[in-house]
């Protein structure tokens, strides 16, 4: 099978959360199924020509593509996914990809009035592209609201080009909270028929033109990354507006949880941590223990845990009832180490906890690839009290590596997370975390201090890591089933 697959993100070239490590990811899976992949992400000034390798595509040549009434100069470079043969082309259009923060920072995503045209730009690029690469995908799997339009131009504004009849297109959510919602005015902008734009039509909510909702209607097949968040979001507590359109597409949409690059994160042979360890020699994580304190200025002490957060500082992690236990959460005997940026609000608590407790917290505040590494290796326990959770990567992580992850039971972390109370109350030792249900921060408490509590019987601690341990989240079996949806879609296009 042919498979281009869309996105605005790729692991290790441009990555703002878990799209990026998909992205980078599945592709090589579908590969080593036997199948061509060609990923397509935009060529973000942050992604360096040199380091990368990019390397022009004359085939292709410079593409006119027009936005908003102008026609802007667009190429495509190409290089491969880090240990793979497989193509990742960018799309080349600095007007559009060059793009800065008020630091002066290079970044993906911007607030910036254009902020759709630009990935209308992007959509109609990789059209224009397929159309001259002459390599016919069978399959476009495009990724989050940035490619929602993908699947609408392709079947109107490019309807001209009977070459592209066959070809069939899957729509995938990451993130049901962005689901690119824009003026009217985007309707002229992106050159999409006026008539499509009417109450309640296949790209209208709310008096806006939803890039997501063109995603899930004009898609031949849609899913999402864990089957407890497509259960989820078929209601209207988590669906953001959205609920309606997927029970309307109830039979062709698939909840497919994610897999992870075990090349990248496995602790016997990740090359971020000082120790490599397996199963059979905890002790090296102890000495990523000490390393990690020693990093982050902490002192170590013996039999103290250790718990770590890596996440993107917003509403939907959970810090908000994080900030309303943390003074009973600061009363246990228990270190945290924190790794991430995002809103004000939450950045300024970690910094007044910081200066109220310095031997016990420590925050590194920014991108840090491989401290995400070692405070994986390093900790004992991971925190993830999201309010909602699509997937979630880093309790997957923090299973391999040893480290006990306790989550709110929602979407992913429901899939991947067994309670061990949960379980050992039904004779079922095989529990691998912690997990509470309702949305509080006694909740959040009492399951960090169940956590606490469990870390201090050595057996029963040590049972509970090695059940995680064991896990076995490669992507091989969530490909294949990426691969059944890909073949009911070419069926249903193809008739
Ligand atoms: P989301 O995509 O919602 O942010 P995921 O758990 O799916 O959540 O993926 C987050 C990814 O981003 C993980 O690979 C995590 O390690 C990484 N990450 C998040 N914040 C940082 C950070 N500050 N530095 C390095 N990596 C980070
Ligand atoms: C989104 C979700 C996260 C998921 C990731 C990759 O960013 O917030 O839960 O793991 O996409 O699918």
Redesign the pocket.
Known sequence: MNIAFVSSEA?PFA????????TGALPKALDKLGHKVKVFIPKYSLINFNNHKLEYVAEVGEMPIRVNGKSYVTRLFKSYLPGSFVDIYFVDCPHFFHRKDHTGNDVIYTNHQDEDERYVLFSKAVIEAIQRMKWLPDIINCNDWQTGLLPLLLRDNYSWDRFLDPVATAFSI??IGYQGRFPKSLMLKAEIRAELFYPNSPIEIMGTVCFMKAGLMYSDVINT?SPTYAAEIMTSDYGEGLEGVLSYRVNDFYGIL?GIDTEV?NPETDKMIPVNYNINSLEGKYENKKHLLNSMNLPHYKNTPVIGM???MVG??GFDIFAESVYDLMRLPVQWVI???GEDRYENLFRSLQQMFPDRIAT??????Q???LI?AGSDMFL?P?LY?????????SLIYGTVPIVRKTG?LADTVKDWDEYSYRGDFSGNGFSFYDYSAFALFKSVERAVNAFYNHDVWIQIVKNGMISDFSWENSAQTYLKMYESAINKRRG
């Open positions: 692991f990555k703002v959360g878990g799209l990026g490590d998909i990451h993130n990354v994610n994160w890596i996440s993107r939907q992690k790794l991430g940026s590194w505040f920014g991108k840090n690839e401290l995400a590494h994986e993830m999201s959770e699509p997937c979630g990567l880093n309790q997957m992580y992913g």
